[in-house]
Nanobody, 123 residues
Framework: QLQLVESGGGLVQPGGSLRLSCAASGLTVEDYAIAWFRQAPGKEREGVSCISSSDGTKYAEPVKGRFTISRDNAKNMVYLQMNSLKPEDTAVYYC?????????????????WGQGTQVIVSP
């Protein structure tokens, strides 16, 4: 069964850190592009980061220098390390699978989505 399961979300103070995890089943993460999207209440989904099958990485401007995407092929996992968190990072974060990382983050380029994990950044 093809599935992506996110974990690691929670409540953190501004300036804090969280590491999100994405566990894949039914697919091998190193063969695909895996991205993170997020959606805040009342806002559209937006791309955050992407890692390609060739280990290329891409970041949205709001998170550059603060977030790091990585992959552990042995564990079939993808991670998103989030540092220097801001209240505007508050959202549900989704792990998604696609064929490649595109120049723009377009939700329709990614076919398999996880159920999401909530991140709240608040004092």
């Amino acid at each position: 069964q093809l599935q992506l399961v996110e974990s690691g979300g929670g409540l953190v103070q501004p300036g804090g850190s969280l590491r999100l995890s994405c566990a894949a089943s039914g697919l091998t993460v190193e063969d695909y592009a895996i991205a993170w999207f997020r959606q805040a209440p009342g806002k559209e989904r937006e791309g955050v980061s992407c890692i390609s099958s060739s280990d290329g990485t891409k970041y949205a401007e709001p998170v550059k220098g603060r977030f790091t995407i990585s992959r552990d092929n042995a564990k079939n996992m993808v991670y998103l390390q989030m540092n220097s968190l801001k209240p505007e990072d508050t959202a549900v974060y989704y792990c998604v699978e696609g064929l490649r990382c595109h120049s723009e983050f377009r939700p329709w380029d990614f076919g398999l989505w996880g159920q999401g994990t909530q991140v709240i950044v608040s004092p």
